[in-house]
């Protein structure tokens, strides 16, 4: 019987293809693939130029000072566009040799004397190190939390 039910099938393969194979008497299939899916052009150039075009974007600020982002521009007419690039650069990650430790950080003035740059901070850079600490901590933390949501849902 399943012998059956595959000729059926390649019979509708072949019904549905035949139009596209078949030709006419002056060289041309009988039906092309704008004639069986009208528009279908039209998506795939425009799946094709939104793949390669900038997303244009709108933000403003509301009336509490939120940040609004849309694709449409506001009403108000008071908002800023900007272009959002739609290419992704991405690196493969490495993994680190085995006690591995990143050098001392220089004090905040040291390093910004030697390189001649004021770095953009929100905290100072001799905290970055103790704020490190804390985040392990944290994570530590969550860990054993999870280990025991773990042994008590079992």
Do not use: C
Not at 11 to 35: R, S, V
Not at 121 to 139: D, F
């Amino acid at each position: 019987m399943s012998m059956f039910y595959k000729l059926i099938i390649l019979g509708l393969i072949l019904a549905l293809a035949a139009p596209f194979i078949m030709k006419k008497p002056d060289g041309t299939p009988f039906m092309t693939w704008e004639q069986f899916m009208p528009g279908s052009k039209d998506i795939l150039n425009k799946i094709k130029s939104s793949a390669k075009s900038d997303t244009q974007l709108y933000r403003w600020k509301d009336a509490k000072g939120h940040w609004q982002y849309t694709d449409t521009p506001p009403e108000n007419g008071q908002g800023e566009k900007i272009a959002v690039k739609t290419t992704i650069n991405s690196m493969k990650t490495i993994e680190l040799p085995e006690g591995y430790q990143p050098k001392k950080a220089e004090p905040e003035n040291q390093a910004a004397q030697s390189s001649g740059l004021s770095l953009p901070t929100t905290a100072p850079l001799t905290e970055v190190p103790n704020m490190l600490e804390n985040i392990e901590g944290i994570q530590k933390k969550f860990d054993a939390r999870q280990g025991e949501i773990d042994a008590a849902t079992r």
